[in-house]
């Protein structure tokens, strides 16, 4: 960002201050720019560009995924395809969440069979992320306090999302590197296809959550 200002004879704040929205849009070739413009005068607003707040999938599993452990392979299929869809949106998650409905039968007063779906939901806040294996790790970390019941559906979202303009750099070098091998995963699938390469994790779920599948309707964390 200083080589670009540097670049249009831009040395001290009081300049860029008195750049009109106009030049601000030129100097980073993008509404970027303007909306930088009203920013550093305190506006608080947001762009339709960036309504977006959240992505993930979800699904219903067949009987042999249902158990806690199979369960928990699938999402963390879902979210390796929610990170996929991440970088390709050039998009951060601050956050990461999963929700899980419970199979359970249970007799009805009338003599038959009834069935109730319990859930469980957990989410976190995270340091802005979409590399899989740091994504990985958090949702193992929410996934401990989920129940081993048979398991119906499973649902992964990342949410408080924010394009690559407003990400805060990492100060790691090995976040940096873990990123890396994730863009060239991303890279090696869309070049020889679907799971070419993948996260051992998974193996056992490969036929499980086609990609066709999406999720459309993402919880609101405020409902948690």
């Given at each position: 960002?200083?080589?670009?200002?540097?670049?249009?004879?831009?040395?001290?704040?009081?300049?860029?201050?008195?750049?009109?929205?106009g030049?601000?849009r030129g100097?980073?070739?993008?509404?970027?720019?303007e909306?930088?413009?009203?920013?550093?005068?305190?506006a608080?607003?947001h762009?339709p560009?960036f309504k977006?707040k959240?992505?993930?999938?979800?699904?219903?599993?067949a009987?042999?995924?249902?158990?806690?452990?199979?369960?928990?392979c699938?999402?963390?299929?879902?979210?390796?395809?929610?990170?996929?869809?991440?970088?390709k949106?050039?998009m951060?998650?601050?956050?990461i969440?999963s929700?899980v409905?419970?199979?359970?039968k249970?007799?009805?007063?009338?003599?038959g069979?009834?069935?109730?779906?319990?859930?469980w939901k957990?989410?976190?806040r995270?340091?802005e992320?979409?590399?899989?294996v740091?994504?990985?790790r958090?949702?193992t970390?929410?996934w401990?306090?989920?129940?081993?019941?048979?398991?119906?559906?499973?649902?992964v979202?990342?949410?408080n999302l924010?394009?690559d303009e407003?990400?805060t750099?990492?100060?790691?070098?090995?976040?940096?590197?873990?990123?890396?091998?994730s863009?060239?995963?991303?890279?090696?699938?869309?070049r020889?296809?679907q799971?070419?390469?993948?996260?051992?994790g998974?193996?056992?779920?490969?036929?499980?959550?086609?990609?066709?599948?999406?999720?459309?309707?993402?919880?609101?964390v405020?409902?948690?």
């Amino acid at each position: 960002m200083e080589k670009r200002i540097h670049n249009s004879g831009i040395t001290t704040v009081e300049q860029l201050c008195q750049l009109s929205p106009g030049q601000m849009r030129g100097i980073w070739n993008s509404v970027l720019g303007e909306r930088l413009w009203h920013w550093l005068r305190g506006a608080d607003f947001h762009d339709p560009e960036f309504k977006r707040k959240s992505l993930g999938k979800q699904h219903v599993l067949a009987p042999k995924y249902r158990t806690r452990e199979q369960a928990f392979c699938v999402a963390l299929k879902l979210l390796h395809i929610s990170a996929a869809n991440l970088r390709k949106l050039k998009m951060w998650a601050g956050g990461i969440g999963s929700v899980v409905e419970f199979l359970r039968k249970y007799p009805t007063r009338f003599g038959g069979e009834g069935v109730d779906v319990p859930t469980w939901k957990a989410h976190m806040r995270i340091h802005e992320c979409r590399d899989t294996v740091i994504l990985q790790r958090h949702l193992t970390k929410l996934w401990n306090s989920c129940p081993a019941q048979e398991t119906l559906q499973v649902g992964v979202w990342l949410f408080n999302l924010v394009p690559d303009e407003l990400h805060t750099l990492s100060l790691f070098e090995d976040d940096e590197k873990r990123y890396r091998i994730s863009t060239v995963a991303d890279e090696l699938n869309q070049r020889y296809g679907q799971n070419a390469v993948y996260f051992g994790g998974i193996h056992s779920v490969l036929d499980s959550a086609p990609t066709r599948i999406s999720f459309t309707s993402i919880p609101d964390v405020d409902d948690f």
